[in-house]
């Protein structure tokens, strides 16, 4: 009698659920059943193997990472002498810190959402409503190049949104005279049919891994590692979702005036409106000369906005979301403490880099939320509340001075702080070893693999039917 090919796989599913070692690759399987089917005839209904190869699990989660990381990035306006190489190059860079630390481009992005946030508050105070999130994102990004009245000596440079507000309730410029509903977003070349691919990819992948935990099938750590990015990459896209995609070519804004009457003659370090702010703070343009690095480009003025710029941290309820993502990406890779692993050895370390990753994720914004303070005065304002209360009132006045005289200055911020830097430095090391050995393992766990696995997820079961 001919076993049909469903039995046969049905047969090679359950031994190897029983305990026999997963050596034989499905391949052979195949190549077993198409031997066994050869030159014979098959009477009766044969159903579709309930299986997906090696292959099939690699492709899905590396396709889902591409859209994840390569579609819902949103980079700031290049130079205008910015190579396709350059640009290239760039993006790639971003992508690979989007899957090496997702949480990462997620805390630069609500930084911008925050600064974007404040940017319109300003200007709808001066008057001009119309002013929303999209011109505000657009004009961090570098969206806005100031041309100065007669200048020669220097190319034009790049305006942030807080140099824009003062421009023009200055009347320096006029106010951008752009259809922010519509020109902005036809200069964000990201397709809409790419948008709908990668919310169907995402939404397969989730729906994948939901399905297969419910039916407690086994999921390998390559696809709970890519879960882990889909999750914090669709957090990083709502905090973006207003900022357009993709812009290259920047709307020129002429100024009335010369750089010389705008400044003052001040010494500037970036562009000649550092007095008003100097594109900062970021890890090109504080941590790296503060570790003695060569910055980005030497060109002066600046000729783009740093995408690492972390120009203002998430507050209020804000930053309670942030740091809950954070900690849910680093979490996600603790729920796979439990899953089988090839040798005793690899689950034991895979155990301990996902706690590490979890716990210095949570010491991160335990020195970050200590540094805030300080800078912000928060625990001398503590202290008083404690011990004497009546001089609060002089200490905020002084505080709300400081805060005045730093945004007047270019060098409006300390950062990093010495005993910053060097209590989350190392902390960024064991971070960075603990989620490299996390993406190895990913792949070295095919080596031997659970057989269910390979089975797919069965759709029917979750549809009620008699």
Same mark, same amino acid.
């Given at each position: 009698?001919?076993?049909?090919?469903?039995?046969?796989?049905?047969?090679?599913?359950?031994?190897?659920?029983?305990?026999?070692?997963?050596?034989?690759?499905?391949?052979?399987?195949?190549?077993?059943?198409?031997?066994?089917?050869?030159?014979?005839?098959?009477?009766?209904?044969?159903?579709?193997?309930?299986?997906?190869?090696?292959?099939?699990?690699?492709?899905?989660?590396?396709?889902?990472?591409?859209?994840? !990381?390569? #579609?819902? @990035?949103? &980079? %700031?306006?290049? /130079?205008?002498?910015?190579?396709? $190489?350059?640009?290239?190059?760039?993006?790639?860079?971003?992508?690979?810190?989007?899957?090496?630390?997702?949480?990462?481009?997620?805390?630069?992005?609500?930084?911008?959402?925050?600064?974007?946030?404040?940017?319109?508050?300003?200007?709808?105070?001066?008057?001009?409503?119309?002013?929303?999130?999209?011109?505000?994102?657009?004009?961090?990004?570098?969206?806005?190049?100031?041309?100065?009245?007669?200048?020669?000596?220097?190319?034009?440079?790049?305006?942030?949104?807080?140099?824009?507000?003062?421009?023009?309730?200055?009347?320096?410029?006029?106010?951008?005279?752009?259809?922010?509903?519509?020109?902005?977003?036809?200069?964000?070349?990201?397709?809409?049919?790419?948008?709908?691919?990668?919310?169907?990819?995402?939404?397969?992948?989730?729906?994948?891994?939901?399905?297969?935990?419910?039916?407690?099938? !086994?999921? #390998?750590? @390559?696809? &709970? %590692?890519?879960? /882990?990015?889909?999750?914090?990459? $669709?957090?990083?896209?709502?905090?973006?979702?207003?900022?357009?995609?993709?812009?290259?070519?920047?709307?020129?804004?002429?100024?009335?005036?010369?750089?010389?009457?705008?400044?003052?003659?001040?010494?500037?370090?970036?562009?000649?409106?550092?007095?008003?702010?100097?594109?900062?703070?970021?890890?090109?343009?504080?941590?790296?000369?503060?570790?003695?690095?060569?910055?980005?480009?030497?060109?002066?003025?600046?000729?783009?906005?740093?995408?690492?710029?972390?120009?203002?941290?998430?507050?209020?309820?804000?930053?309670?979301?942030?740091?809950?993502?954070?900690?849910?990406?680093?979490?996600?890779?603790?729920?796979?403490?439990?899953?089988?692993?090839?040798?005793?050895?690899?689950?034991?370390?895979?155990?301990?880099?996902?706690?590490?990753?979890?716990?210095?994720?949570?010491?991160?914004?335990?020195?970050? #939320?200590?540094?805030?303070?300080?800078?912000?005065?928060?625990?001398?304002?503590?202290?008083?509340?404690?011990?004497?209360?009546?001089?609060?009132?002089?200490?905020?006045?002084?505080?709300?001075?400081?805060?005045?005289?730093?945004?007047?200055?270019?060098?409006?911020?300390?950062?990093?702080?010495?005993?910053?830097?060097?209590?989350?430095?190392?902390?960024?090391?064991?971070?960075?070893?603990?989620?490299?050995?996390?993406?190895?393992?990913?792949?070295?766990?095919?080596?031997?693999?659970?057989?269910?696995?390979?089975?797919?997820?069965?759709?029917?079961?979750?549809?009620?039917?008699?």
């Amino acid at each position: 009698m001919i076993t049909p090919p469903a039995i046969s796989l049905v047969l090679f599913i359950f031994l190897h659920a029983a305990g026999a070692a997963p050596t034989t690759h499905l391949s052979n399987i195949t190549s077993s059943i198409n031997a066994t089917l050869q030159d014979q005839i098959v009477s009766q209904w044969v159903g579709a193997p309930n299986i997906r190869g090696t292959w099939d699990i690699v492709w899905t989660c590396f396709a889902t990472i591409f859209v994840c !990381t390569y #579609t819902l @990035l949103c &980079l %700031n306006l290049p /130079a205008p002498s910015d190579s396709t $190489l350059v640009l290239v190059r760039r993006r790639v860079l971003w992508m690979v810190l989007a899957i090496i630390g997702p949480e990462i481009v997620l805390s630069y992005a609500a930084g911008q959402w925050s600064r974007a946030k404040q940017a319109v508050k300003s200007f709808t105070k001066s008057g001009h409503k119309t002013f929303n999130m999209r011109l505000a994102f657009f004009a961090d990004m570098g969206g806005f190049m100031l041309h100065p009245k007669g200048h020669t000596t220097f190319d034009p440079f790049p305006l942030n949104a807080k140099q824009l507000h003062w421009l023009v309730i200055h009347g320096h410029v006029d106010y951008p005279d752009v259809d922010h509903l519509k020109e902005i977003w036809d200069k964000s070349k990201q397709d809409q049919l790419a948008k709908i691919i990668t919310a169907f990819q995402i939404g397969y992948f989730v729906l994948q891994c939901i399905g297969r935990a419910t039916q407690r099938l !086994t999921i #390998t750590t @390559l696809e &709970l %590692n890519t879960l /882990a990015i889909v999750v914090c990459s $669709l957090m990083t896209s709502f905090t973006w979702q207003h900022k357009p995609s993709n812009v290259h070519t920047p709307i020129p804004l002429y100024t009335r005036a010369t750089i010389e009457v705008l400044n003052n003659n001040e010494s500037w370090r970036n562009t000649p409106l550092d007095f008003i702010d100097v594109n900062g703070p970021g890890w090109s343009m504080n941590v790296q000369p503060f570790m003695n690095m060569p910055v980005i480009p030497t060109q002066r003025p600046i000729q783009r906005i740093p995408n690492d710029r972390f120009p203002m941290n998430p507050y209020g309820l804000q930053e309670y979301c942030v740091c809950f993502a954070t900690l849910l990406f680093t979490g996600i890779h603790v729920a796979g403490c439990g899953f089988s692993f090839p040798t005793i050895t690899e689950k034991i370390m895979w155990q301990t880099a996902s706690w590490l990753l979890f716990a210095v994720t949570g010491i991160f914004w335990i020195f970050e #939320t200590m540094a805030s303070w300080t800078r912000l005065g928060r625990w001398k304002w503590l202290y008083l509340w404690v011990t004497d209360r009546k001089k609060l009132p002089d200490f905020e006045a002084i505080k709300r001075e400081e805060q005045q005289k730093r945004e007047a200055s270019y060098e409006w911020t300390e950062l990093p702080l010495p005993w910053e830097f060097w209590t989350i430095m190392p902390v960024a090391i064991v971070y960075g070893i603990a989620r490299m050995y996390l993406i190895v393992e990913a792949f070295l766990e095919f080596r031997r693999v659970d057989a269910a696995a390979f089975l797919e997820v069965n759709w029917a079961s979750f549809i009620p039917h008699i």
